[in-house]
């Protein structure tokens, strides 16, 4: 196993029990936090994986995972908006900080040991989706949803 394994299975150990306690218990919108928070610990774990057996294409995972992780969670609060009024989760903001840190740190050393080009400029569009679908779904999350009739006031 080289350092890129270990990273991403550390990466892995990590966030996941804390993922998945914050999904199963606590209020919904500290569920839906986690749950963005899981699609992005993942995404860097592929990443990560990605360079560790050398192969592209677990790269390009990470890139639908960085896609679609927050477009799933703009979907909940949508659906969820009566239920999410009670305004941003405790600790959302230091979860976000942690998150875009996370996915900055990962993409530069992934970048640094990929050769320049078009798979560097991938890896960098994949590291930026990752990074500001978490401070998109963030915000979401302490907007919440307004309505129409509300926004005409």
């Not at 969820?80 to 996370?102: E, F, I, K, W």
């Amino acid at each position: 196993m080289n350092a890129w394994l270990w990273c991403g299975a550390a990466l892995l150990a990590s966030g996941l029990p804390a993922v998945i306690w914050g999904v199963a218990s606590g209020p919904l919108g500290r569920r839906v936090l986690a749950q963005n928070t899981g699609s992005t610990v993942v995404a860097l774990a592929f990443l990560l994986l990605a360079q560790g057996y050398g192969r592209p294409s677990y790269a390009d995972l990470s890139l639908v995972l960085a896609l679609l992780g927050p477009v799933g969670t703009l979907v909940c609060v949508r659906l969820l908006a009566d239920d999410l009024q009670g305004g941003r989760p405790r600790g959302a903001t230091a979860v976000t900080v942690l998150s875009v840190a996370a996915s900055l740190a990962v993409t530069v050393a992934v970048c640094a040991a990929t050769a320049f080009g078009r798979p560097t400029a991938k890896l960098v569009l994949i590291g930026a989706l990752v990074a500001i679908g978490n401070v998109i779904a963030s915000r979401a999350l302490s907007v919440g949803v307004v309505d129409e009739a509300d926004a005409a006031r």
